[in-house]
């Protein structure tokens, strides 16, 4: 592999998403603000707050963070996208990292009246937060978007309940989504009439599991009560992904479809995600060299402005038209923090 100037490729990337900040996003800039957060730079750090200032500033009187309005999905297994709380939570875990930063009593009541949103929503007759209005229905994206908020927010408030909800969510969205003999997850379900609405195991989906899985317990902590099962789950998931790996570096946006295409969000998502789970103590640190090359064959890819192309827009799956997203900036800067240190 070729020397990669990390700090380079970080602040091109950097440049590039803060001058991108998509006005009326809903939930797609959280990556972005968690990767900024993580690599700590303190310039995009203080610009980062205006983005989050501005969600606050548009909560809503049912307590979404940032616009709630209908989302219009193209080529994808849902026409409209009608959100319930659960979308909006994203934004949360980024208002609660500020608060934790610099103490700003706002940010933390909005954190919690986007809890109280949550927690009001429809569920599931097992308990899933639904994620769409049109019908009881699990995504796989959605654990990403609650878990680490809810059991942030736990921890914060020293609210156990929080924290068990999180666990509560992952056990639910696993028990339905992640194949059991496979260990990888599909897309989307719907419980009336049961069925899945797209079941391929889609890169993305997977890489939002594992990255679920990790910044959940890095609030919760590894050693919590509940904390083996998640990391269970995710050693097998992280192998049943890993098999899937191109030798390149890049995985397919469908799996176990070797004629997808190459996807730079879920390739950096399982750089990330592996990494943090190395470092964390429990995935075996074979797993480095795997995040390595999946970050080092995305950072060739990079234009010149600092956009990481060859990233499928929302909803995902197959037949989706591929861009560049603020979820996929955000994603190469979080694995870079993550895998600073291995890749002096």
């Known amino acids: 592999m070729q020397k990669l100037d990390l700090d380079a490729a970080v602040q091109r990337v950097t440049d590039y998403t803060l001058a991108h900040p998509y006005e009326r996003d809903v939930w797609e800039k959280s990556p972005a603000i968690t990767g900024i957060l993580a690599w700590n730079d303190e310039a995009a750090v203080a610009k980062a707050r205006h983005w989050v200032e501005r969600a606050v500033d548009v909560q809503s009187s049912r307590g979404f963070l940032g616009y709630d309005e209908r989302i219009e999905l193209a080529n994808g297994h849902a026409a409209v996208f009608t959100p319930t709380a659960s979308l909006s939570t994203a934004l949360g875990f980024n208002v609660l990292a500020y608060y934790e930063r610099d103490g700003d009593p706002r940010f933390l009541d909005a954190a919690r009246r986007q809890a109280e949103a949550l927690l009001a929503g429809p569920r599931t007759r097992n308990g899933g937060f639904w994620v769409r209005k049109e019908g009881p229905e699990l995504w796989i994206d959605f654990i990403y978007m609650m878990c680490p908020f809810l059991a942030r927010l736990g921890r914060i408030e020293k609210k156990p309940a929080l924290v068990d909800e999180a666990i509560r969510q992952i056990d639910v969205y696993v028990r339905h989504l992640v194949d059991p003999e496979l260990h990888l997850a599909r897309h989307a379900w719907r419980e009336t009439p049961n069925a899945y609405l797209q079941s391929t195991f889609w890169c993305r989906g997977n890489g939002w599991l594992t990255c679920a899985l990790v910044d959940t317990l890095e609030q919760i902590g ?123």
């Open 222 to 344: 590894v050693d919590h009560a509940g904390a083996s099962r998640l990391k269970e789950v995710g050693q097998r998931a992280f192998a049943a992904i890993a098999a899937h790996q191109d030798r390149c570096g890049f995985f397919h946006n469908i799996l176990d479809d070797e004629n997808a295409k190459f996807e730079a969000s879920g390739t950096l998502m399982f750089a990330y995600s592996a990494a943090k789970a190395v470092n964390q103590g429990w995935l075996d640190a074979a797993y480095i060299e795997k995040a390595q090359r999946a970050v080092h064959i995305v950072a060739g890819s990079i234009e010149p402005d600092g956009a990481i192309p060859g990233v499928q827009v929302p909803p995902g799956g197959p037949g989706v038209p591929f861009a560049t997203t603020l979820y996929g900036q955000g994603f190469f800067i979080q694995a870079a923090a993550e895998l600073r240190h291995h890749l002096a």
